[in-house]
């Protein structure tokens, strides 16, 4: 595996995939790698694309200082992580690389309205903005490639897409299936600040998607199962909502079909989202 910091050396090392005839599959992260990164990893070498990962934490979507102090720094254990699922090329972007005028802003921003003004956008202000600035970046240095994202962050995988279509990146866009622990936990950076309990808490929000995922329901009684369920269990919830699974749009008690349920919350500080298909029958 190549590890590469330096922007110029990134973009040739693209451009000389694609002069061999292959296709660059992006991986961006922020580290902290897990199984969900990995199945990101495999899955863009099954396509038979060279593996390009990113590692850069983000400041600018971080709507909090402390939240990033304590986002987890592994990167040992990344680069091992990345050599075991097929990473070609590692990169590792300095910050001033990448935000040379931080702690202030560049003068350009990338901001996906609607989309990104929604759940983790209205509860995190400047989020997506952060999001959509640093991965318009990545693929502006990266050129035309196929990139992989997540589901478990939902409204994430739908602003980059909305993104690439507005300014039409020659990106095409591939969502993964989101990766659960054996107890039904989706795998985040995030779970390794839980304690025993709180992780124990935290498996509240896949059985509150599990739960409504059984049931045909209007939207508002399969909101106010999340609800119940993720308080119950002592979360603190940010939301748990029915949506249309492109636009984000709240769903109304009159429609029926297939939906996307998001859930969010709090548990022992710590930002927790999920999501999972659900069908709601209009009353
Ligand atoms: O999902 C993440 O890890 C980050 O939001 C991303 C896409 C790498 C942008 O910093």
Known sequence: MLTLSEVKEWRSYANEVREKGRIVGLVPTMG???????????????RGDV???????????????????????????????????????????????????????????????????????????????GVASVVAKLFAITGPSRAYFGEKDFQQLAVVRQMVHDIAFDVEVVGCAIVRDHDGLAFSSRNARLSTNGRRHALALSKALALVAQR??????????????????????????????????????????????????????????DNGPVRIVGK
């Not at 402390?66 to 091992?80: F, Q």
């Not at 009684?221 to 699974?245: F, H, I, K």
Request: glycine fraction near 10%.
């Open 51 to 129: 593996v390009v990962a990113t590692i850069f934490v983000n400041p600018r979507q971080f709507d909090d200082v402390g939240d990033l102090e304590r986002y987890p720094r592994t990167l040992e254990h990344d680069r091992a992580l990345a050599r075991g699922g097929g990473v070609d090329c590692l990169i590792e972007p300095a910050l001033d690389a990448m935000w040379p005028d931080y702690p202030a802003l560049t003068p350009t921003t990338v901001s996906v309205g609607g989309l990104g003004e929604r759940f983790e956008g209205a509860g995190r202000p400047g989020h997506f903005d």
């Open 216 to 273: 045909d329901d209007s939207a508002s009684a399969q909101r106010a199962l999340m609800t119940t369920t993720l308080l119950d269990a002592g979360v603190d919830v940010a939301y748990a909502d029915v949506v249309n699974p492109e636009t984000l749009v709240p769903s109304r008690d009159d429609e029926t079909g297939e939906r996307r349920a998001l859930v969010a919350g709090l548990v022992e500080g710590v930002r927790l989202l």
């Open 32 to 46: 902290a790698l897990h199984e969900g990164h990995v199945a990101l990893f495999r899955e863009a070498k099954d």
